[in-house]
Antibody, heavy 121, light 108 residues
Framework: EVQLVESGGGLVRPGGSLRLSCAASGFTFSSSAMSWVRQVPGKGLEWVSGIGAGGGNTYYADSVKGRFTVSRDNSKNALYLQMNSLRAEDTAVYYC??????????????WGQGTLVTVSS | EIVLTQSPGTLSLSPGERATLSCRARQSVSSNYLAWYQQKPGQAPRLLIHGASSRATGIPDRFSGSGSGTDFTLTISRLEPEDFAVYYCQQYGSSPLTFGGGTKVEIK
């Protein structure tokens, strides 16, 4: 059974940093691209960042480019999102999502349950 | 960036009725790389359809997807009580990946 479990969310002040993690199991992690997708409570979905299966290709939404960094450790079956210079508008539930194939430009066949990030003073 | 517009915003229907949801793109979606997801309150999205018309594993055949280019449709042939939820379309043919704003299917 595929499982994606996010952690690392919480309350952080504007300008602060946070690192999200996603622990994956139940599939060959190194064969799937992964993405982070966020959702402001009560609003729609926004793709944030993605990383190819091998970790060499990374992509970002313009809204987070230069502030967020996605990475993965295939030996640990783990996905990460380093978030710096956080703003109030980054407040959202952050989902870890698995792509069907190796490329980031794909649909998401499995999602984690999400971790809430709140940016507030 | 490919902007996806979903309509209607809310669809009020009764169980057993047919639901037709629209997703329109401002520019053509490459290779019809269009997916549909269902999201219930407090839950993560669930994949329903990919490639515009291919049902994901385990999805009932009352869900069907159609369309190409810039116009796509998700049809639920006969609504079951568990189908009342929010539905999102997503294009994955070009960067950045984008989602539509969602259609809420509510009980009339």
């Amino acid at each position: 059974e595929v499982q994606l479990v996010e952690s690392g969310g919480g309350l952080v002040r504007p300008g602060g940093s946070l690192r999200l993690s996603c622990a994956a199991s139940g599939f060959t992690f190194s064969s799937s691209a992964m993405s982070w997708v966020r959702q402001v409570p009560g609003k729609g979905l926004e793709w944030v960042s993605g990383i190819g299966a091998g970790g060499g290709n990374t992509y970002y939404a313009d809204s987070v480019k230069g502030r967020f960094t996605v990475s993965r450790d295939n030996s640990k079956n783990a996905l990460y999102l380093q978030m710096n210079s956080l703003r109030a508008e980054d407040t959202a539930v952050y989902y870890c999502a698995k792509a069907q194939w190796q490329l980031v430009h794909d649909y998401f066949d499995y999602w984690g349950q999400g971790t809430l990030v709140t940016v507030s003073s | 960036e490919i902007v996806l517009t979903q309509s209607p915003g809310t669809l009020s229907l009764s169980p057993g009725e047919r639901a037709t949801l629209s997703c329109r793109a401002r520019q053509s979606v490459s290779s019809n790389y269009l997916a549909w997801y269902q999201q219930k309150p407090g839950q993560a999205p669930r994949l329903l359809i990919h490639g515009a018309s291919s049902r994901a594993t385990g999805i009932p055949d009352r869900f069907s997807g159609s369309g190409s280019g810039t116009d796509f449709t998700l049809t639920i042939s006969r609504l079951e009580p568990e189908d009342f939820a929010v539905y999102y379309c997503q294009q994955y043919g070009s960067s950045p990946l984008t989602f539509g704003g969602g259609t809420k299917v509510e009980i009339k």
